[in-house]
T-cell receptor, first 113, second 113 residues
Framework: AQSVAQPEDQVNVAEGNPLTVKCTYS??????LFWYVQYPNRGLQFLLK??????LVKGSYGFEAEFNKSQTSFHLKKPSALVSDSALYFC???????????FGTGTRLQVFP | DTEVTQTPKHLVMGMTNKKSLKCEQH?????MYWYKQKAKKPPELMFV???????INESVPSRFSPECPNSSLLNLHLHALQPEDSALYLC????????????FGEGSRLTVL
């Protein structure tokens, strides 16, 4: 079965520094990978996705992610963090070519001024 | 209009009550979803409707009953719930399903007494 793992419960970074939120995946076949962000008491917002093609995917709010097939990873990155980036970040994978989107356990990002 | 609207935002019900959660989207999306999210946990898929037909049921207890009256509306009927069913219930919609992004509503926070 398809799954994603987020090894860090929380990531702390100073404003202006680069940030990385880690995600590894386990899939059979081609992976369809996503990142979503959730602000307190809100629904989830789509950031970016990898379906096929270029391994570096650019998304909303200056975020990007790199698909690495050999390391089965899909880490989320941003060159310069903002305090407003503080939120809960979920990596997700679609099970096969179905509508079933499965989320990782989430990583809380704290950006300090 | 790129919104998914959920009502009510908050609901408190007793274990013998019958209530419903409602979700509406006017983006012409063909797939609609219900997710359940407990505090500090990832969303868990409950149901998926595709073209107004139930396509995925994640072995959800029968006290939760989904309904899709038309392509824009999705309901979740609640009856004889347990306190452990208290959670944030998220509705989402998608045009592309497995390879596309989900648009989430802000959720209905349910408390079962």
């Amino acid at each position: 079965a398809q799954s994603v793992a987020q090894p860090e419960d929380q990531v702390n970074v100073a404003e202006g520094n680069p940030l990385t939120v880690k995600c590894t995946y386990s899939v059979s076949g081609n992976p369809y990978l996503f990142w979503y962000v959730q602000y307190p008491n809100r629904g989830l917002q789509f950031l970016l996705k990898y379906i096929t093609g270029d391994n570096l995917v650019k998304g909303s709010y200056g975020f990007e992610a790199e698909f690495n097939k050999s390391q089965t990873s899909f880490h989320l990155k941003k060159p310069s963090a903002l305090v407003s980036d503080s939120a809960l970040y979920f990596c997700a994978v679609t099970q096969g070519n179905t509508d079933k989107l499965i989320f990782g356990t989430g990583t809380r990002l704290q950006v300090f001024p | 209009d790129t919104e998914v609207t959920q009502t009510p935002k908050h609901l408190v019900m007793g274990m013998t009550n019958k209530k419903s959660l409602k979700c509406e989207q006017h983006m012409g999306h063909r797939a609609m979803y219900w997710y359940k999210q407990k505090a500090k946990k990832p969303p868990e898929l409950m149901f998926v409707y595709s073209y107004e037909k139930l396509s995925i049921n994640e072995s959800v207890p029968s006290r939760f009953s989904p309904e899709c009256p038309n392509s824009s509306l999705l309901n979740l009927h609640l009856h004889a719930l347990q306190p452990e069913d208290s959670a944030l219930y998220l509705c989402a919609s998608s045009q592309e399903g497995g390879t596309g992004e989900l648009f989430f509503g802000e959720g209905s926070r349910l408390t079962v007494l």
